[in-house]
């Protein structure tokens, strides 16, 4: 289990660099572990209206690198996940988080429960 991996990459570093390129990258590093390249079984992408983001970012009382981007750049982050999310939706599970903590982990529960 990670939190990070390649989706990641290519959400934020896509921005700047051509997709293929991160996926070269990946297959390189990883491909000598496994043929092809090593792939999460099962992904959560965990949704939130980037304005509601942007006030539990202030919320919290603290931020990192990646909290004081831009309300634009947090869109376009998003948007290279969803695009994502669309073209491997067997991997790639969209969970809302608009809810409270505790409904969110039901969502994910069960699509869990499902996967196994």
């Known amino acids: 289990m990670c939190d990070r991996f390649l989706d990641s990459t290519i959400a934020y570093q896509g921005r700047t660099i051509p997709e293929q390129n991160i ?3 990946h ?3 990883t491909s000598r572990f496994r043929e092809g390249g090593f792939f999460p ?3 959560f992408l965990l949704t939130l209206d980037p304005n509601e983001s942007a006030k539990r970012i202030l919320a919290r009382h ?3 690198v990646f909290d004081n ?3 634009s750049e ?3 982050i998003q948007n290279n ?3 994502i999310a669309k073209k491997v939706p067997d991997r790639v599970k ?3 988080t608009d809810g409270a903590k505790e409904e969110t982990f039901v969502k994910i529960q069960n699509i869990i429960d499902k996967a196994l």
């Open 81 to 83: 996940f969803l695009e």
């Open 74 to 76: 947090f869109v376009k």
């Open 23 to 25: 996926r070269q990258i």
């Open 62 to 64: 603290e931020s990192n």
């Open 41 to 43: 079984d099962l992904t």
């Open 69 to 71: 981007q831009s309300l």
């Open 94 to 96: 969209t969970v809302s």
């Open 27 to 29: 297959k390189l590093t």
